[in-house]
């Protein structure tokens, strides 16, 4: 076992990075929606989709 983790250290240190990088993204992206934050980056008023993004009905 010893033996596996030393011949692998390089592939598992880039894994455990990874992975964190990649739950700290998930987060930020959780995060964001919790505070009603669009992903897209642009203004809603100019979205036609912009009913779906935020859950409100735009009435027209």
């Known amino acids: 076992m010893l033996e ?7 592939t598992i240190v880039v894994l ?4 964190a990088v ?3 993204i998930i987060f930020k992206m959780k995060k964001d929606k919790k ?3 669009s992903s ?3 203004k809603c008023s100019a979205c036609p989709n912009s009913q779906y993004c935020h859950g409100t ?3 027209q």
């Open 35 to 37: 505070q009603g934050k």
């Open 4 to 10: 596996f983790l030393i011949s692998n250290i390089g």
């Open 40 to 42: 897209c980056g642009c």
């Open 22 to 24: 990649v739950g700290l």
């Open 16 to 19: 455990i990075v990874l992975l």
């Open 57 to 59: 009905v735009q009435k």
